[in-house]
């Protein structure tokens, strides 16, 4: 038996998507609080806040590519990417409202952003199975403020 998918509209898949990435954008805050142990320590859950990080921004990305050109890329997690991915003025404006500590005063430079881009490209991937790998360098105050840009942005899509 052969079972045909419907279509969904390249519309109705970036709506979903879209609220996918506030939900992940929440979890990410939730994860990266710290929580007081009985023992006086505190907790704070990195590798959950990164993947939840990362995933949020993928989905993200994905609802904007959506939105403006009717199509996404599928089964891509890397976030160099994705960005490159969207129309020029997208990534620019993405680039100038990512805030690496936000509300600090911050200056774009795209260079830097491609470097800490190239830094947390591939987050989703390597720290969802970090116990295999080992760690490596990542960079989450970037991941905070390029999350953040990604849904100021998806706020204000149609």
Known sequence: MVRLRKRIPARTVAEAARSHSQVFHL????CNEFERLPSGRLRFLFVPTLVCYAFS???GLK?????????A????????????????????????????????PFAPDPKRFESDLDLVRRVFVEWRYIDET???DTHLGFLQ?????????LKESP
């Open 27 to 30: 979890a990410e805050k939730r």
């Open 57 to 59: 921004i993928e989905i």
């Open 134 to 136: 080992g760690l490596v």
């Open 73 to 104: 890329p599928r089964n891509e997690h890397d976030l160099r990417k994705l960005c490159t991915f969207l129309p020029a003025a997208l990534q620019e404006r993405i680039i100038r409202d990512t805030e690496i500590i936000p509300g600090a």
């Open 145 to 153: 403020g390029f999350a953040a840009a990604i849904q100021v942005v």
């Open 63 to 71: 609802a904007l590519a959506l939105y403006e050109k009717g199509k």
